[in-house]
């Protein structure tokens, strides 16, 4: 089972990039998946979350009314359209899948993660 994240690169200041991560090995359709960042010298944060059951998407402060998740009809596959980055969204992305019944900070599976570097 693995999650392959793919997408980053090197974009200015307003530009966009989109993220994808493909979940192989099972079905991943009764699991949240979602994005969680690491900018350089910082702790890992969180970015968004997609939920498995009516596929509610939920943001960090930081990125509201820029990120947008989303899932292909397999569920199989989480992307994260980023429009209008900062600087500040300078980070490695690492996408997760979680078991809708984790508890709270408790993650199954992650990617190996996508340098995003924004330009000012």
């Known amino acids: 089972v693995q999650l392959q994240a793919s997408g980053g690169g090197l974009v200015q200041a307003g530009g966009s990039l989109k993220l994808s991560c493909a979940g192989s090995?099972?079905?991943?359709?009764?699991?949240?998946m979602g994005w969680f960042r690491q900018p350089p010298g910082k702790e890992r944060e969180f970015v968004a979350t997609?939920?498995?059951?009516?596929?509610?998407?939920s943001y960090a402060d930081s990125v509201k009314g820029r990120f947008t998740i989303s899932r292909d009809s397999a569920m199989n596959t989480v992307y994260l359209q980023m429009n209008g980055l900062k600087p500040e969204d300078t980070a490695v992305y690492y996408c997760?899948?979680?078991?809708?019944?984790?508890?709270?900070?408790?993650?199954?599976?992650w990617g190996q993660g996508t340098q995003v570097t924004v330009s000012s």
């Open positions: 090995g099972r079905s991943f359709k009764t699991y949240n």
């Open positions: 997609h939920t498995y059951r009516g596929r509610i998407a």
């Open positions: 997760f899948a979680k078991h809708f019944s984790r508890g709270s900070g408790e993650y199954d599976y």
